[in-house]
């Protein structure tokens, strides 16, 4: 699109960013200040400017539209970047929309799932339980087959909590060999994708003039967090991306004491539609009703910083968006209580190598190594390698020790990873945005802990469940388990090694690689692949002698005792000839 088409739009945008009175932050920011001079030009409202800046960009941001409600979600993370009061209002951002007509609703279910409203469903109500940015919803019953007696559908119910009791639709009789389950319905906002695309593209431009202006262009990577709204944003857009989701957690909560997942419907579903178990409880932040029904808070508490240490390091799936309004309670537990969960459309996940290095640099936190902090910090490539470890360690230190003078209760680890992550600038830290819902969602949990059970040890309940879940992670058990998933990989390429170093040695000779050698080095080249070749020949016939051992001992008597041991002798001493005990000389 061109500039001259996104005229209009950025126009828009700085006429509701002066209207909401943000001057702070337009005054603190260089590339802000030319919007300055609309101000002339709109009225001024005592009652919006009288308002705390982060509350004013908030509702600017709100009346902007989702994809800059979901942009300052994101941006709420960035402590680094924005004031504190600022990020803490951000946070509160839960896409609160009016609702669109019910019957409209209506058309665009029948529509994804090419049926009339009336087949599909015993009942639907117009009128939205719910509405949000993307999508609203709607209550519904619907009229499932009853299991048969030899259990074949499901060999095992989960419990969901309990429902109101309603009566039948007296419209709408059952069916003599069906029972109705109440149910909701996630209908996707009408021509909101247009919308979402439209708003992508000047982010987009925005994004390409803060990496074209910004003096720390390289450490904010802009293009990356647009890339990161963006992909969220389409994920969202499609609500069987947001069932899959659902299913996953649920299976890995299966039968969980601590979280209870509602049931995704499929043969109701598409990709506006989604239907999903209703359940009903209380929202995580109502203490009062959490008083009132009985719930032991203290309890609920640890269990919610249980649950994202496990989502995030056992499973590497998290929820993600897990503000008060997605996160509900059972009232039906009250001494053994358990979360429920609602709104899939954001999950999060890490590379292999960065869950690694963040656990390690939890487990670090926790025991107070500020060294091993520094090191993680460098070998992850987070930082350049330039960087002087002693001088970071320094650093890491003088943000850390002073939290550890207090109470572990009194210890926010949020705000420690965000001191940490202000001070690591200084050291040319690279943002990764592959973390940015992680930290996220720990602002979030360490907050609703704390509102839980305001006295909660953070660090206590933590430690031990990470260092639980690393230990089996890293165990030799789960490296035998990944050994023997890869090992049909690894012996269906093994006898094509030896062709492929020839072929590469032989474009080498011939010029037509990446890198040129000399005929020294090419010589040196091949006497390894000579070498390379006999080790692996020697390690396979070893191999084949221990299998052969095996077998000729599990056939007991028939061979006697000697035979698998004179295998057995003569495989190990072909892997230790293809071992490689002495280095190559230079």
């Known amino acids: ?47 919006i400017a009288m308002l705390p800046r982060g509350v004013r960009l908030r509702l600017a941001l709100t009346e902007l539209g989702p994809i800059w409600v979901k942009a300052g ?12 009061d600022v990020a803490d209002e951000l946070a509160h951002l839960q896409d609160q929309v009016p609702p669109f007509p019910g019957a409209i609703a209506r058309a665009i279910v029948e529509e994804s799932l090419g049926r009339p409203i009336g087949e599909l469903y015993a009942s639907f109500d117009e009128t939205p339980l719910a509405s949000a940015s993307i999508a609203q919803v709607h209550a519904a019953r619907l009229l499932l087959p009853l299991p048969t007696p030899s259990g074949s559908r499901s060999a095992r119910v989960r419990s969901a909590p309990p429902l109101p009791e309603r009566e039948e639709n007296p419209g709408q009789p059952a069916a003599a060999h069906s029972i109705a389950r109440d149910v909701v319905v996630k209908v996707l906002r009408p021509n909101v994708a247009v919308n979402v695309r439209r708003n992508l593209e000047l982010l987009d431009a925005l994004a390409w003039l803060v990496q074209r202006w910004h003096p720390q262009a390289d450490k904010i990577r802009p293009r990356d967090l647009y890339d990161e709204v963006a992909k969220t944003l389409h994920n969202e857009l499609n609500l069987q991306n947001e069932g899959a989701n659902a299913s996953l957690l649920r299976r890995n909560f299966d039968n969980s004491d601590d979280l209870y997942v509602p049931q995704i419907f499929w043969s109701h579903t598409g990709e506006k ?57 059972d009232p039906a537990r009250t001494r053994d209580p ?24 939890f487990i670090a936190m926790f025991e107070r190594n500020y060294r091993r902090i520094a090191e993680l ?63 996220k969602t720990l602002l979030n949990v360490e907050g609703l802990g704390r509102q839980l059970d305001p006295g909660i040890d953070i660090w206590s ?3 031990p469940v990470l260092k ?27 006898p094509l090694i030896p062709e492929k170093i020839h072929d590469a040695l032989e474009a080498l000779a011939e010029g037509n690689g990446p890198l040129q050698f000399g005929e020294r080095e090419l010589e040196h080249l091949r006497v390894l692949q000579r070498e390379i070749q006999r080790r692996i020949l020697a390690a396979a016939f070893g191999g084949a002698l221990l299998v052969g051992a095996g077998l000729v001992f599990a056939l007991g008597d028939r061979y006697g005792i000697w035979a698998p041991i004179v295998f057995a002798a003569i495989g190990v001493a072909s892997f230790a000839a293809a071992w490689p005990w002495k280095r190559d000389k230079e």
């Not at 702070?24 to 009225?43: C, F, T």
């Open 1 to 47: 699109m061109t500039p001259l088409r996104l005229l209009p739009r950025v126009l828009h945008v700085a006429a509701v960013l002066v209207r909401y009175r943000v001057d702070d932050l337009i005054d603190e920011s260089h590339a802000m200040r030319p919007l300055r001079w609309a101000r002339a030009l709109l009225p001024r409202r005592r009652k």
């Open 73 to 84: 979600q994101v941006l709420s993370t960035r402590r680094d970047l924005i004031p504190e």
């Open 273 to 329: 539609v989604l239907t999903m178990e209703r359940v009903h409880g209380i929202p995580a932040d109502d203490i009062v009703a959490l008083d009132k029904a009985g719930i032991d808070r203290r309890v609920l508490a640890e269990k919610g910083v249980r649950l994202f240490y496990e989502q995030v390091f056992r499973d590497n799936f998290f929820h993600a968006d897990a503000h008060p309004g997605n996160i509900w309670v």
């Open 338 to 361: 358990r979360f429920i969960a609602l709104d899939f459309g954001i999950m999060g996940s890490l590379p292999d190598e960065d869950q690694y290095w963040l656990a390690e640099n």
């Open 377 to 439: 910090h460098l070998e992850a490539g987070w930082m350049p390698r330039h960087i002087r470890v002693d001088e970071l360690e320094a650093a890491v230190r003088t943000v850390c020790e002073p939290y550890f003078t207090r109470p572990l209760s009194e210890i926010s680890l949020a705000e420690v990873v965000a001191k940490l992550f202000s001070t690591a600038r200084k050291f040319e830290l690279t943002l990764q945005p592959q973390l940015i819902l992680l930290q």
């Open 461 to 463: 309940v933590a430690q």
């Open 468 to 494: 639980r879940i690393l230990a089996d992670r890293y165990s030799a058990r789960h490296a035998l388990r990944e050994i023997r998933k890869r090992l049909p990989q690894w012996l269906r390429i093994a």
